[in-house]
């Protein structure tokens, strides 16, 4: 299954790193995906990456502060967050597909992990 981890409270213009390991599948082969759903808000897109990582999708708010990577043989997927702002508060939960792409929606994913927490004071 699917572990994120990494979440916590950081004040804006912090960073943090995220990270989502694997538990009895390897990941090398499934696109992967992080996702973050905020208070009363749906659950929305925010970085994606290929099975080899050689393609990353962003979403338009994250361009530039976030960066998706993975570590095949770690098993290990990281999203490295920058200049975190108070809107970027949310539960942060990874994804990942058996075809082995970048998703940009929710129904491109198979498995899910539990979510972690990210606050940022402001």
């Known amino acids: 299954q699917l572990q994120a981890s990494g979440g916590g409270l950081v004040q804006a213009g912090g960073s943090l790193r995220l990270s989502c390991a694997a538990s009895?599948?390897?990941?090398?082969?499934?696109?992967m995906g992080w996702f973050r759903q905020a208070p009363g808000k749906e659950r929305e897109f925010v970085a994606a990456?290929?099975?080899?990582?050689?393609?990353?999708n962003y979403a338009d708010s994250v361009k530039g502060r976030f960066t998706i990577s993975r570590d095949n043989a770690k098993n290990t997927v990281y999203l490295q967050m920058n200049s975190l702002k108070p809107e970027d508060t949310a539960v942060y939960y990874c994804?990942?597909?058996?075809?082995?792409?970048?998703?940009?929606?929710?129904?491109?994913?198979?498995?899910w992990g539990q979510g972690t927490l990210v606050t940022v004071s402001s």
């Open positions: 009895g599948r390897t990941l090398s082969s499934y696109g």
């Open positions: 994804a990942a597909n058996r075809v082995g792409v970048p998703g940009i929606i929710r129904y491109d994913y198979d498995y």
């Open positions: 990456i290929s099975w080899s990582g050689g393609i990353m």
